[in-house]
């Protein structure tokens, strides 16, 4: 039996998927039960399509219902100024009350991607934001990570955009997501990127991609998930693997795609460790 320093939950994008998050919208107490009957032990939703459960007292009910915990929330949102927009900082505020309430989640910040125009600028002007708003978390105790995503539309996505921001982040109050199938698909080896930034590690998403075009069913696609968790089992890392299928099996059937992610960590990642 393996003891592993993590934990595994599973991100609510996998739903957000279908439709543009209209088929399963206000239905985050489904996702969560399906997170638990998958084998997860926590779950990250977006903060802005949480619905009800938005309300920290019914969410904490609905995770106690089904043992889980939330490890995380995103917050995905434009950031295309030279700072946050008034809108932008209200949101932010609001969920980093929400963490605040459950002590060891973490505030895991995302870009919406809108174009790699004006890139020098908008990739500072990002980076500011990120830090503004992390710090603002600090102050709440609650721990703040940065998720870099990589559709072609996103300043976040190349090796080069990987070191401008991720040496830009301010390590007293911003820690760094890698994606692995965000940083494969933006032409990077996702384990010695992460060996190269490990310092920076806070959280951590899991995916899985094929190039055909892209993202792919966990254990179908071309990730080296038994290397990636292995090294950050030997590196001690205590923090959460999220989960993040956008296989293609996610717009007809993310309940699916969740009970098979699970299934797979647990049947064929977690026992190959050492």
């Known amino acids: 039996m393996n003891t592993l320093p993590f934990r595994f939950g599973a991100e609510v994008y996998t739903w957000f998927m279908s439709n543009n998050g209209e088929t399963y919208k206000g239905q985050l107490g489904h996702m969560i039960e399906v997170i638990a009957k998958a084998g997860f032990t926590g779950i990250q939703p977006i903060f802005t399509w949480m619905g009800p459960l938005a309300d920290a007292n019914l969410l904490e009910k609905k995770l106690k219902e089904e043992n889980i915990e939330l490890a995380a929330v995103a917050l995905a949102l434009d950031w295309n100024g030279t700072q946050e927009t008034d809108e932008e900082k209200k949101i932010a505020d609001e969920a980093i009350k929400l963490l605040a309430k459950f002590p060891g989640s973490v505030l895991c910040t995302v870009q919406i991607p809108t174009g790699r125009h004006d890139l020098v600028s908008r990739r500072k002007n990002l980076v500011e934001i990120v830090n503004t708003v992390s710090s603002r978390a600090t102050d709440q105790g609650v721990v703040s990570s940065f998720h870099p995503n990589s559709p072609h539309t996103s300043i976040t996505r190349t090796e080069e955009d990987y070191q401008v921001i991720l ?3 301010n390590p007293k109050v911003t820690g760094w997501c890698p994606d692995v199938g965000h940083i494969i698909n933006g032409g990077m ?29 966990m254990g179908k696609g071309k ?8 090294w950050l089992k030997d590196e001690q890392f205590n923090g959460w693997i999220i ?9 007809e059937d993310p309940d699916f795609v969740t009970l098979h992610d699970g299934k797979w960590v647990h049947e064929s990642l977690i026992p190959n460790l050492k």
């Not at 384990?191 to 075009?213: F, Q, T």
């Not at 990730?223 to 292995?230: E, H, N, R, S, Y």
């Open 243 to 251: 989960c993040e299928d956008e296989g293609q099996e996610a717009l």
């Open 167 to 169: 040496e830009s982040l």
């Open 223 to 230: 990730v080296d998930f038994t290397g990636i968790t292995q």
């Open 189 to 217: 080896d996702p384990l010695a990127k992460m060996k190269e930034y490990r310092s920076l590690i806070n959280h951590v998403h899991y995916k899985d991609w094929d190039g055909n075009p892209e993202f792919t069913l």
